[in-house]
């Protein structure tokens, strides 16, 4: 056993160091050292060899193992250190060259209205709704019942608003005014804040109309507020965000939910008179209503009327970037077209 154990340690240090390759120094372990090898089995006829033998032929066994296993470990990392450095080469980058481009994105013209309008309104005191007081989804009692908008009313109708199949008295709001009844049920005066938001009506798509839009809400509830608290916000927001030379009129309208109620309209950026698709020849567009809160309304969410007034208002958001960058067609805003929005 002792002259086999020899030869098998002669033809594995041959084949060590004929091996080439991390794979064939693989297969090299596997024929000499695993479970099913030669070596291994020598191991396994130990048991009848005689007490003499024993410590004899076990010594030399462990020595060769440990031989072969560190002739092993040794090539092994010889060939290691070899493919690492052949990848390392193969794939060397050249830090000196020019990186590539990548382009980075814009914020999006509705996104940066947004932020500018509510910059605005935080100047002027204003705060921005609690999340949970302005839902998209809602029910009847908060987009139309406490806003004073009664049940015949045309705004109610499925022609102007999406509603729930299987819930017929939930709805897609239709303006922003829902977060109103709810900051207003929820809070005491005085209530100063706006809301911006996503909404829904169930229009026909043109240059100047979406089935889904952006407002702006924006509400003060407080002791002795007046038509004139109301002209005087709003006209120093036209003028921050228009800037001074923009000629605007207020024009006496309608709303449920606010009485007496104005709407407030800009000088069209994009007038070409009579053929203009964005003011229809008119000269004007109307950027947002507004007018002060019903007293109904107020009495309906809990507010007692003879204490406190308060003025509200809402804007469309894509109507004022149109008119603040001078775009014509408001279908541009949800195209995503990269040419359209990387002007911005």
Not at 61 to 79: D, G
Not at 260 to 280: A, F, N, R, T, W
Request: proline share 5%.
């Amino acid at each position: 056993m002792e002259n086999k154990i020899k030869e098998i340690r002669q033809n594995a240090i041959l084949k060590i160091e004929q091996a080439t390759d991390l794979k064939s120094l693989e297969a090299v372990k596997n024929e000499f050292l695993s479970r099913n090898s030669e070596f291994n089995n020598l191991k396994k006829g130990m048991k009848d060899l005689s007490p003499e033998q024993k410590p004899v032929i076990g010594a030399l066994l462990n020595k060769v193992s440990s031989e072969l296993n560190s002739l092993i470990e040794e090539k092994n990392e010889i060939f290691y250190k070899k493919e690492l450095n052949e990848k390392l080469l193969s794939e060397k980058i050249d830090i000196t060259l020019d990186g590539d481009y990548i382009p980075m994105g814009h914020v999006h013209p509705l996104t940066k209205t947004i932020d500018e309008i509510v910059e605005i309104f935080n100047l002027l005191g204003f705060s921005l709704i609690r999340p949970e007081f302005s839902p998209e989804v809602e029910m009847e009692k908060y987009n139309f019942d406490l806003l004073n908008v009664p049940k015949e009313h045309p705004a109610r109708d499925v022609q102007d608003t999406f509603y729930c199949e299987d819930m017929p008295n939930v709805v897609l709001r239709s303006q922003t005014s829902n977060a109103q009844a709810r900051q207003m049920m929820n809070s005491k005066p005085p209530i100063k804040i706006i809301s911006p938001g996503r909404v829904y009506r169930n229009e026909n798509v043109s240059a100047r109309k979406n089935n889904l839009f952006h407002q702006i809400e924006g509400l003060y509830v407080d002791k002795n507020v007046t038509m004139a608290h109301l002209k005087g916000v709003l006209n120093e927001f036209i003028r921050l965000y228009f800037g001074s030379s923009r000629p605007t009129r207020f024009r006496s309208s309608f709303f449920p939910f606010t009485e007496p109620s104005v709407e407030i309209d800009v000088q069209c950026i994009m007038c070409k008179g009579e053929g203009c698709s964005i003011c229809s020849g008119t000269g004007w567009l109307e950027i947002l209503g507004a007018g002060m809160v019903d007293p109904n309304v107020l009495n309906d969410v809990g507010i007692d009327s003879t204490v406190y007034s308060g003025f509200a208002f809402g804007m469309g958001i894509e109507r004022l970037a149109m008119l603040k960058y001078a775009i014509d067609d408001i279908r541009l805003f949800f195209n995503n077209d990269i040419r359209f929005l990387k002007q911005f």
